[in-house]
């Protein structure tokens, strides 16, 4: 996939920013370049978080952080608008802030929809609790005292209060019924209250598909609530299909020590604390988002996968063509071993073991540079994750190389992964002297313009 265009009218300190980028451009690497505080990360996570997220419900609640304090002044805001080529097709999402209603219809129907199924699934978890209760009371109606085959059937009911009768000494079979009766009259209780939720359901469904075709005859998607009063919409001609596929093909690379805007305010409130652990939160994120990733060092575990891959991908050829060339392995150690000076990279016959040499000497991982780790982590994670025909948005990539590795990592990248589009925030005049001054897009300098006018 391609972005060809990204356009925000005011986000955070984002404003009236329009970005083109062309498709032609050799290599497809575009530094993004502004004072600090300019809105470079801004930039970044607004981009990864609507594209990765919105198109997935269980990514919804890292909207909502990010556009939890999203000003209430217009009734509807295009908040970003993004152009993307993918699969040779031109595709436009619009991203839309808007009021809870639309064509005179609630947006809530989506909440009380989901509300109400909920509860159906609570209900249906009641009758089944019910039913098996009933079978135990027709069960102890034909017994004439506790048996094992009984109490073993009591103890799968997992009520509190039989388990509780069970550790009483002596109970009788009739004060077994007992709780049982109490307990099926409870349910019974329930269930009768319940009985109203699937006309309820098919109502609200109805209200839902019908505000579902208004929005469908304008193009339009429900993404998510992120308060009580407002949605985000997203305007395009893409199908869903196609929109998770673009979603997937999103990443966004940053330091740990960033400020992520698609965590909650508490859990951004970690990085300042000095009890509490920042890395915590974001390692959660990470489980949740699979395409974010922190420039932490691969472990050796990844390394090893690589080569596994790398293996199957030759051995696989060999099966194929009936040649073993073993290009992939070959690759993968010219890699590795061209950007750790004077030392190489492999992994033992078994694969179980990487192995880091300085001339004779074997090293260990952490004997390894901060830069090195770095470039490491980073090739590990375009390889391991196989990122490619993707957007790969980074933050701050030179911290830690050195002026020539971030002159030189340009090319790298460009090598180990051809067919992506990278978009790279950065402070590096290195980095951006290894492309054309027409790769490199600008954010607004603000701040200049702000202390010429005091
Ligand atoms: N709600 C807001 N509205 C406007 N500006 C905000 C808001 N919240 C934060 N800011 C400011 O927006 C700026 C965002 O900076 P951001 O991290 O995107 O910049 P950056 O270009 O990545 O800077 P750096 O190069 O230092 O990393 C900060 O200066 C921050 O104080
Ligand atoms: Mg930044």
């Known amino acids: 996939m391609f972005l060809k265009r990204i356009q925000i009218e005011k986000f955070r300190v984002l404003e009236n920013v329009y970005f083109e980028f062309k498709q032609k451009f050799t290599p497809t690497l575009f530094p993004l370049g502004s004072l600090n505080g300019g809105g ?158 699937d006309s309820l359901l098919e109502t609200e469904k109805h209200k839902k598909s019908q505000l579902l075709e208004s929005l469908k005859r304008n193009g339009m998607l429900y993404i998510t609530h992120f308060d009580n009063d407002r949605v985000l919409l997203c305007k395009t001609t893409a199908d869903i299909d196609i929109l998770t596929q673009i979603s997937n093909r999103v990443y966004l690379a940053a330091p740990s020590t960033q400020v992520f805007l698609f965590l909650s305010d508490e859990q951004k409130q970690h990085i300042f604390s000095i009890e509490s652990d920042y890395s915590e939160c974001i390692s959660e994120a990470k489980t949740d988002l699979e395409n974010f990733f922190t420039y932490d060092f691969a472990s050796s575990g990844l390394i090893i996968k690589a080569f596994e891959k790398a293996r199957d991908k030759d051995f696989e050829n060999a099966l194929e063509f009936e040649d073993y060339d073993g290009k992939h392995l070959k690759k993968l150690k010219n890699e590795l071993n061209s950007f750790l000076y004077e030392k190489t990279i492999t992994v033992d016959k078994k694969l179980s073991k990487v192995i880091f040499k300085m001339g004779n000497a074997e090293l260990l991982p952490e004997d390894l540079s901060h830069g090195e780790l770095k470039k490491l982590s980073i090739y590990i994670w375009l390889k391991y994750h196989a990122i490619d025909d993707a957007l790969v948005l980074m933050d701050e990539i030179e911290i830690a190389l050195h002026p020539d590795w971030q002159y030189e990592i340009v090319h790298e990248l460009q090598e180990w992964s051809k067919n992506n589009q990278f978009i790279l925030a950065t402070h590096s005049y290195g980095l951006c002297e290894a492309l054309t001054p027409s790769h490199v897009i600008e954010l607004e300098p603000k701040l200049i313009k702000e202390s010429i006018r005091v």
């Open 40 to 197: 470079k990360s801004t930039l970044l996570q607004l981009v990864f978080t609507l594209l990765h997220c919105s198109f997935y419900k269980e990514r919804h609640q890292y909207l909502v952080n990010l556009l939890a304090n999203f000003p209430a002044d217009a009734e509807i805001t295009t908040l970003a608008q993004f152009d993307i080529n993918h699969n040779d097709e031109d595709f436009c999402l619009e991203f839309i802030v808007s009021a809870n209603h639309y064509d005179g219809q609630d947006f809530n129907v989506f909440l009380d929809v989901d509300e109400i199924e909920e509860k159906l699934e609570e209900h249906k978890k009641w009758q089944a609790e019910y039913s098996s209760l009933l079978e135990l009371e027709k069960d102890m109606s034909s017994s004439k005292r506790v048996t094992p085959l009984l109490e073993t059937q009591i103890r799968r009911q997992h009520h509190r209060e039989l388990s509780m009768m069970t550790r009483v000494q002596n109970a009788t079979l009739d004060d077994y019924k007992s709780v049982v009766r109490d307990l099926l009259n409870s349910y019974e209780e329930k269930i009768n209250n319940n009985s109203s939720l």
